[in-house]
């Protein structure tokens, strides 16, 4: 037993101390990419404390949202911007581009900062020490209360019933940002995407399983880890992947029928929202009975929603002018 | 312990030789196409013994499916990728290493 | 009808309803300007329902979901966030009307849907009394505005969205690690439990302050006020007057409100350093207002000045309570629709003669007079002459002071007023003499001129309103924790 | 000290460079990436804390932080927007201190 506590103790002091330097280093290592790839292992690692503090579903949608898509984003965007350099045409040497990924303010500068900073580290992990080394937080209220929620993972009972009007407004910041980089018009990039047969093959191959393991995490988040955004999250790596392996959504359903896509999850929420309203006259007040329908109804539109807002927030621009300009 | 269980450490430690050197072999070796091939020995290799180790602890064979799983896609997923990697190097004209 | 009006269940609607609209807008945007002021007038109809019921019954709580609080979501709705809502929907009202003529076609497809969500936002935190919740309307609402200033596209606003995007979600993660730790002390998220339950330790102490200085940043108290005029200034006029009027206001709202459940009893001498604060935005503001070339840059330091007003409040509120908040809560609003009208104002200059160059400004007086007029009346109102709301708000803010002896704050109270006097006395004049240099004018849509008359003309009308906007104010009486506590100390 | 308090510590750390980070870096793709750090901070306190029981951890963080994490992307999805927008205007991803002075 005292063997395997310290084990215990090693195993997590060497994830804190590799994410405090995988941190450090995303942050001030020279060279972005370099940044961007610490960051992306970063978040890998993070996805290790998350399982060693007990919390699968944490777990399972860092890796899909915080680690990988994140990453995806970050590459693609670094990308994007050298692209830019080049397209430039004013020879932007690798020596300049360097210099400004790791430009900083003026040293006085730092030291300004950095006392506040070092000040509220101090106070905060002050703060965090006086805290009573017990506390049960809601688990006994939510344990109570589990039997009349629908479903019998705790997680998914606080999301998507006892405080389901927090995940609705989440989705909504979610549409919100497509909505936000849509508005800002940013043109489709033109390079090409170079059609590799081995990313096709890989494309092609990866995406039935996506698809099989989105439902699974989907079904599973009922009574385990997992739930819509989980699923989510990996149907949009589908839509990701086959986004980099060069395939965009055909003209006639870039319109209208993506837009409905990318609301469903939302509206379904708002939808279900007004009937309990009018039935029961409780925002979001699902009937014990019927609630685990209800809530898969939303889970599986919000998935739909999640996977295609996700996708979509990768393109970055929007498909429906891409193919005009 | 019983056999199996020796027989799992045996693989695990085994694993995590392979690991250890394609690590090494990452850091150390000279060239973009030669370090692709070190990673790929402590992914396909290694984390293959690792399953095997794995799957004889197993509870069900349900439980086995998923190990086996996890490799495949690993395989897959990990060759794809040296596969493009590579290739761009070579498009960008990175030489290969010479003694 | 009378029945329906205390039946309906409005809050729920003024959530839900511009959530609506802008998926609407969003799915088939060939009519946005309808739709959208279809919207607004909803919202605006919800309000006085809310507000009839609220007359009726006190303080309004829904537990979202059926489940109580600490498990579930709460709710909640008394005086002071009845007058935030309606000040929300009439603004909200005028700068939609104003914005069916300012925006083109595809500039009001990308506007409306934005503008809805930052309604949905604005609503949804007013209504809240749930610590995360409040987390997460205000990243929506920090999104939507940040989406709405870069709108514009051009280098200026762009940069300006930017910086205010970096800022609003540095001020929300603040926010939510104090959240964070007041959930692990008292294991609740709820206002009115904490509230009960809230003492001074070290850890509570760490969270207010993350959680203010997330506010803070985020109402752009000096001297973190730096992201606020480049984005309010770069911005279209209609979206700059919504920033100042209402997005500020939101965070001001939060902050005041969490104040009075929560930071009171334990951080009492913390209001002298915001006061001190307080005095240093009027002054710094007002100077840099005086200093600025453009009009749209001068009306957005003379935001970052008024902020400075509102937080005066928070010395002068430990002797003369109550009426100091009314008086912080009556210059929000007369700000509101001020500095609103203002901000339309200075997009009807925009507009005229393309340009919004104080000295440039060419005998406006007579070819823009009601766009000249609504200016003039908004500042009558900013600089705090009677009879308009503006001055209301002042005086009550000076009687406080007065009371108890606090001439150095009286003091700034008239000061800024002179200096805001000064600024806007500086483009009043250029309006109404000949530039050097003529250029090309365009037409101003009528509907344009007046909506912004119309909401100047507001903030004036405000100053005759006091007794009926006050006892508005005091339902649930949100500022009386404070002065029974007051009680206790005196 | 317990497994919990050590992770959140670790969290206060992150927190505290991604926030020094924000303020010293010019360039906005590492400006976006302190943020994402000081959010994954802030997401390990919210958790870390709540297994501070010897019975099942309390599901509410992590409900919330899994809402973080969308709520993150969402944000860093549109930041990201923001700066190529930027970049393709300007030709820097920087924001520009010396114009406004």
Redesign the interface.
């Given at each position: 037993m005292e063997a395997l506590s310290l084990l215990q103790w090693l195993i997590d002091g060497l994830i804190g101390i590799g994410l405090l330097w995988l941190a450090w280093r995303a942050l001030f290592c020279p060279e972005l990419f370099k940044a961007i790839v610490l960051f992306i292992a970063f978040g890998l690692l993070m996805t290790l404390a998350w399982v060693r503090l007990k919390a699968p579903d944490v777990a399972l949608a860092e890796v899909a949202i915080g680690a990988g898509l994140t990453g995806a984003l970050l590459l693609s965007s670094w990308a994007k911007l050298r692209d830019f350099d080049a397209n430039k045409g004013m020879g932007v040497r690798e020596k300049n581009r360097v210099q400004s990924e790791q430009k900083t303010k003026r040293p006085f500068f730092h030291w300004l900062s950095a006392t506040p900073v070092l000040l509220m580290a101090v106070g905060l992990g002050y703060g965090v020490l006086q805290l009573s080394p017990y506390a049960t937080g809601l688990s006994t209220a939510v344990a109570e209360n589990l039997d009349a929620s629908g479903v019998s993972n705790p997680v998914t009972a606080v999301l998507l019933n006892f405080r389901a009007y927090d995940t609705l407004l989440e989705i909504a910041v979610l549409l919100l940002a497509l909505i936000g980089i849509w508005s800002l018009e940013i043109r489709p990039s033109v390079r090409e995407a170079t059609l590799d047969p081995v990313l096709d093959l890989l494309a092609r191959l990866l995406t039935p399983l996506l698809l099989l393991v989105s439902a699974y995490l989907l079904w599973v988040g009922a009574h385990a880890s997992g739930g819509a955004f989980q699923a989510g999250s990996v149907l949009g790596a589908a839509g990701v992947l086959l986004i980099l392996a060069g395939w965009r959504l055909p003209l006639s359903l870039a319109g209208l029928p993506l837009r409905i896509t990318l609301v469903v999850g939302l509206s379904t929420f708002i939808a279900v929202a007004v009937l309990m309203m009018l039935d029961r006259g409780q925002l979001l007040a699902f009937p014990p009975s019927q609630a685990s329908l209800i809530i898969f109804v939303l889970e599986t539109t919000a998935t739909l929603s999640i996977a295609a807002i996700l996708a979509a927030l990768f393109l970055g621009s929007r498909p429906d002018h891409s193919e005009k300009i | 312990m019983t056999l199996s269980d020796y027989l799992s450490v045996l693989f695990l430690l085994a694993g995590a030789v392979f690991f250890l050197a394609g690590t090494v072999g990452l850091l150390r070796f000279p060239d973009v196409y030669t370090r692709l091939h070190a990673l790929t020995k402590a992914d396909n290799v290694g984390l293959g013994l690792i399953v095997i180790g794995l799957a004889m602890q197993a509870e069900s064979y349900a439980s086995v499916g998923k190990l086996l799983l996890i490799w495949l896609l690993v395989l897959l997923a990990g060759s794809s990728i040296s596969h493009l990697i590579a290739k761009k190097a070579l498009q960008k004209g990175v030489r290969m290493w010479r003694r | 009808m009378g029945d329906f009006l205390l039946t309906m269940?409005w809050a729920?609607v003024l959530i839900?309803l511009p959530?609506?609209g802008a998926?609407v807008c969003?799915?088939w945007p060939k009519n946005v300007n309808q739709l959208g002021l279809v919207t607004l007038a909803g919202v605006f109809l919800s309000v006085v329902g809310l507000g009839a019921w609220l007359l009726e019954n006190g303080v309004y709580h829904?537990?979202?979901?059926?489940?109580n609080a600490?498990?579930?979501?709460h709710?909640y709705a008394d005086g002071l966030s009845l007058v935030m809502l309606g000040i929300t929907a009439l603004v909200g009202l005028f700068v939609s009307v104003y914005a069916t003529a300012y925006f083109d076609r595809v500039q009001s497809e990308?506007f409306w849907?934005?503008w809805l969500?930052l309604l949905?936002a604005l609503n949804?935190l007013f209504l809240s009394a749930d610590m995360?919740?409040l987390y997460?309307?205000l990243?929506?609402l920090g999104?939507?505005a940040?989406?709405l200033v870069?709108?514009a596209?051009?280098?200026a606003a762009?940069?300006g969205?930017?910086?205010y995007?970096?800022a609003s979600?540095?001020g929300s993660?603040l926010f939510?690690?104090g959240v964070?730790?007041l959930?692990?002390?008292y294991?609740?998220l709820d206002l009115a439990i904490l509230s009960e339950q809230i003492e001074a330790?070290?850890?509570v102490?760490?969270?207010l302050?993350l959680i203010s200085a997330g506010l803070l940043l985020k109402t752009a108290l000096f001297p973190l006020h730096f992201w606020l005029p480049?984005a309010h200034a770069s911005a279209f006029s209609p979206i700059s007057a919504l920033l100042s009027a209402l997005v500020v206001k939101a965070s001001f709202y939060l902050l005041l409100r969490l104040w009075l459940e929560l930071f009171w009893p334990i951080s009492g001498s913390v209001a002298g350093l915001l006061g001190i604060l307080g005095v240093m935005a009027i002054l710094w503001g007002s100077l840099q207002a005086l200093r600025q070339t453009r009009v749209k840059m001068l009306v957005a330091y003379s935001t970052v000045a008024q902020i400075g007003y509102l937080f005066l409040a928070f010395p002068l509120a430990m002797g003369a309570g109550v009426t100091a908040w009314n008086a912080v809560m009556y210059l929000a609003i007369s700000h509101a629709l001020a500095k609103a009208a203002m901000f339309m104002a200075a997009g009807n200059l925009l507009r005229f003669g393309g340009h919004d160059r104080i000295a440039d400004l060419d005998q406006l007086a007579q070819r823009l007079p009601l766009t000249v007029a609504a200016f003039a009346l908004a500042g009558v109102s900013l600089i705090g002459l009677p009879p308009s709301g503006g001055f209301i708000g002042k005086w009550l803010l000076l009687e406080a002071a007065l009371m108890q002896g606090r001439w150095d704050l009286a003091v700034v109270i008239v000061l800024g007023g002179v200096l805001a006097a000064m600024y806007l006395f500086k483009v009043l004049g250029y309006a109404f003499t000949e530039a050097s240099t003529p250029s090309k004018v365009t037409a101003v849509p009528v509907r344009m001129e007046w909506a912004a008359l119309l909401l100047a003309s507001g903030a004036i009308l405000l100053g005759f309103l006091a007794p009926l906007i006050l006892p508005l104010l005091a339902i649930g009486t949100p500022f009386d924790a404070f002065s029974s506590a007051q009680e206790v100390m005196s | 000290m317990s497994i919990a308090v050590l992770y959140a510590l670790v969290g206060i750390g992150l927190f505290c460079l991604g926030v020094y980070a924000l303020m010293i870096h010019a360039h906005l793709l590492r400006k976006i990436l302190a943020l994402n750090i000081m959010g994954s901070g802030v997401f390990m306190v919210l958790l870390a804390l709540a297994g501070r029981t010897e019975i099942m951890p309390d599901p509410v963080p992590a409900a919330m932080v899994i809402t973080g994490i969308v709520v993150a992307v969402s944000a860093t999805a549109f930041a990201l927007a923001l700066m190529l927008k930027i970049s393709a205007v300007t030709g820097r991803a920087e924001l520009n201190d010396e114009e406004e002075k």
């Open positions: - | - | 269940p729920v839900l959530l609506v998926i969003f799915l829904h537990a979202v979901g059926g489940w600490p498990l579930g979501i709710l990308q849907p934005l969500f949905t949804a995360f919740n997460v309307t990243e929506l999104l939507s940040v989406a870069a709108l596209g051009g280098k762009l940069n969205a930017m910086r995007l970096l979600l540095l993660l939510l690690f964070a730790l959930y692990h002390t294991g609740s330790s070290p850890t102490w760490m969270a302050g480049p | -």
